[in-house]
């Protein structure tokens, strides 16, 4: 079985290993085919070092080596390089990077810096963290760099600043305006990605963050013709719970798009190529007697342990199966 999926940083992350977990116990037999395309609008420069943060928190969270309380960065780290930058006065001090992971953003940058394109150098640090041995290949969404920005008003002008210093230094609390992804309109998918899509036998959409995570992916070019030509069923998972997003600020991102923060608005997002959507069972879309053009399966949808996330993984697989029996497809999920 391929499975393809796009996926953001913790909440995609934690899923794609509840995923793992999932298959490793219903069907020990069988090696996987997982291939992941991950988000990389949120990279950003920091101290002359490229960081990639989705592709990392996916790393470190497949690989076991993840700060399972934050949900991203090293577990056991320490932050004496930062602390020295600190008394350097560089800048920015803002967003904290600590020792361990100074040793992923310096080697990412040292194969950049020779010509190595970005799906490449992820290869090798997906190697350092056995992903091979997990079934998982992790593809950044394009090799072009990509920032996305953040069009805020300050002093009655209107100014552009990166998306994480908004995500992370202001934690969303600037009334954003819009936002603008650098370089995507000319970005190219990186080698794979669409022939993951078109040759999959199912197609996940974690619940990431649907604006700047999966909107982003969705915005490389071919991306989105790729999904609505895919043979595959399409089955996401709403990323919403109790109307609220379980972390970070995927309500705020919503409304500043003009999406309203519920399970339906999300999915219309998708509309043009999702088949199947699961929520929480308090989700209006939930309740007995409505209606709606996607199969949708309510159950518990908090990410609480890794055997709840594979709960979650099991039920999206198990939509997809019955997807792809009504469609005559079942025979390409075993």
């Not at 090799?143 to 300050?154: A, F, K, L, M």
Request: include cysteine; hydrophobic fraction near 45%; proline fraction near 6%.
């Amino acid at each position: 079985m391929r499975i393809t999926a796009l996926a953001g940083g913790v909440g995609g992350a934690r899923f794609l290993r509840g995923l793992v977990h999932h298959l490793r116990a219903a069907h020990p037999d069988d090696r996987p085919e997982i291939i992941v395309i991950g988000n990389t609008g949120d990279d950003i420069t920091l101290f002359g070092l490229r960081v990639c943060p989705d592709l990392d928190t996916i790393l470190y969270t497949l690989g076991g080596g993840v700060h399972e309380g934050q949900g991203w960065g090293r577990v056991d780290e320490s932050h004496h390089v930062a602390a020295e930058l600190a008394e350097l006065g560089a800048t920015p001090q803002w967003f904290s990077l600590g020792d361990k992971d100074f040793a992923t953003h310096i080697f990412r940058s040292q194969l950049l810096a020779r010509g190595m394109p970005l799906s490449a150098v992820t290869a090798q640090l997906a190697d350092r963290w056995g992903l091979a041995e997990q079934g998982v290949t992790l593809l950044p969404m394009t090799d072009t760099p990509v920032e996305t920005h953040v069009v805020v008003t300050e002093g009655g002008d209107q100014v552009a600043i990166h998306f994480q210093e908004w995500w992370v230094r202001h934690q969303a609390a600037l009334e954003a305006d819009r936002f603008v992804v650098a370089g995507l309109d000319s970005a190219a998918a990186a080698p794979g990605v669409l022939e993951a899509i078109r040759s999959a036998d199912v197609v996940l959409l974690p619940p990431s963050n649907p604006v700047v995570s999966i909107g982003i992916i969705l915005g490389v070019p071919g991306v989105r013709d790729a999904l609505r030509g895919s043979r595959a069923p399409v089955v996401g998972v709403s990323p919403l719970v109790g109307g609220r997003p379980v972390r970070g600020h995927a309500d705020v991102c919503l409304r500043t798009i003009g999406v309203d923060t519920t399970s339906e608005a999300v999915a219309g997002l998708y509309q043009d190529f999702l088949d199947g959507w699961l929520v929480d069972p308090d989700d209006p879309m939930a309740q007995p007697g409505r209606t709606s053009r996607l199969a949708v399966v309510a159950r518990p949808l908090l990410m609480s342990s890794v055997a709840a996330a594979a709960d979650i993984a099991g039920a999206a697989l198990a939509l997809a199966q019955q997807l792809a029996a009504a469609t005559g497809e079942a025979e390409a999920l075993p």
